[in-house]
């Protein structure tokens, strides 16, 4: 079993940065795909950026690429999200996620969630 805790979430002006964690434990994330996801109020759940079990391949949805970076650190058995140039739009709840030995994570199915961490970006 595999808990999730995110962290790092907040208030930042549109044009700021911020960096979101996702601390892992019970299990190593060096043979889990990360996923992070997002969902804002009245909208469904989206894939916003992921990267592979071996930590070689990074995924991005379309509207953050560019702007967001994920990454990983094994030793801290912690996967970041580094998010630059915010816009009101990326205003939502934003979750982590792990699926054991998946390679391309924007189409895993994920086994575990975290509990979310808040993102608003002000306008």
């Known amino acids: 079993q595999v808990q999730l805790v995110e962290s790092g979430g907040g208030l930042v002006q549109a044009g700021g940065s911020l960096r979101l964690s996702c601390a892992a434990s019970?299990?190593?994330?060096?043979?889990?795909?990360m996923g992070w996801f997002r969902q804002a109020p009245g909208k469904q759940r989206e894939f916003v950026a992921g990267i592979s079990w071996d930590g070689r391949t990074t995924y991005y949805t379309g509207p953050v690429k560019g702007r967001f970076t994920t990454s990983r650190d094994t030793t801290k058995n912690t996967v970041y999200l580094q998010m630059n140039s915010l816009k009101a739009e990326d205003t939502a709840v934003y979750y982590c996620?792990?699926?054991?030995?998946?390679?391309?994570?924007?189409?895993?199915?994920?086994?575990?969630w975290g509990q979310g961490t808040q993102v608003t970006v002000s306008s």
């Open positions: 996620a792990a699926a054991y030995r998946v390679y391309d994570a924007p189409r895993a199915v994920y086994d575990y």
């Open positions: 019970g299990r190593n994330i060096s043979r889990y795909a």
